[in-house]
Structure formats: structure tokens, C-alpha cells
Nanobody
């Protein structure tokens, strides 16, 4: 029922920016929390940001706080992750997911979208 499609990844130079998109279908933003995660080479999947649209409530992990911003576009049924000041540590496959619980813990998310690759070069 719930479907999510992540896109917008690519290759950028260190210090650059990218905006990732997650198109959500089959579920209302009011019923779920939408989160962004990433899986870097050799590392476990990491929770980054999440948003509850109806109350405009957001949360970011310490690793991206101040650099990444999560937002929504109700008309497009999309969730965005604006990534600024990118560095090599941000190189990873990025995923969006949906959960009925609040937070960025991976175990709370049952529905995952297709990942999009972000590569940051020095």
C-alpha cells in the first residue's frame, strides 16, 4: 500500500549541495512519519532526519544537524532533504521510509523506498 521513491542523487564536489526527493503514494503525510536514512560504504544504515507533516515537526541527527533540512510539498506528495556543505563522509546510498512512530530508529520503519546514490568527491 505504502510506496516511496527516492531520487535526486548524483556526484558533487565537497562543499556543494544536493536536494533529494521522496515521492510518497498510498499513504497520507498526516498518518505517517517520513524519515531519511543513509548507508555509507562499510557502515550500518544511519537515521538522519524525520518529519511529521501535520504538525510541522522535524528532527535531525547530530551528524547532519545544521547542514541538512527536511521539508514537504503537499501538492506533489513529496518529502525533500536539502543537503548543504557536503563532504566525503556524506557519500552513501540515501533512503526514505515511512513509520507510524516518531524518530529515526531504523527498526521503527517498515516501508522503504528505493535508494539513491550520493557521491561527494574531494
Amino acid at each position: 500500500e505504502v510506496q516511496l521513491q527516492a531520487s535526486g542523487g548524483g556526484s558533487v564536489q565537497a562543499g556543494g549541495s544536493l536536494r533529494l526527493s521522496c515521492v510518497v503514494s498510498g499513504v497520507s503525510f498526516d498518518d505517517y512519519n517520513i524519515g531519511w536514512f543513509r548507508e555509507a560504504p562499510g557502515k550500518e544504515r544511519e537515521g538522519l532526519s524525520c518529519i511529521q507533516n501535520s504538525f510541522n515537526k522535524t528532527k535531525h541527527s547530530d551528524s547532519v544537524k545544521g547542514r541538512f533540512t527536511i521539508s514537504t510539498d503537499n501538492a506533489k506528495n513529496a518529502v525533500y532533504l536539502q543537503m548543504n556543505s557536503l563532504n566525503s563522509e556524506d557519500t552513501a546510498v540515501y533512503y526514505c521510509a515511512a513509520s507510524t512512530r516518531w524518530g529515526t530508529m531504523i527498526a521503527a520503519y517498515d516501508d522503504w523506498g528505493q535508494g539513491t546514490l550520493v557521491t561527494v568527491s574531494s
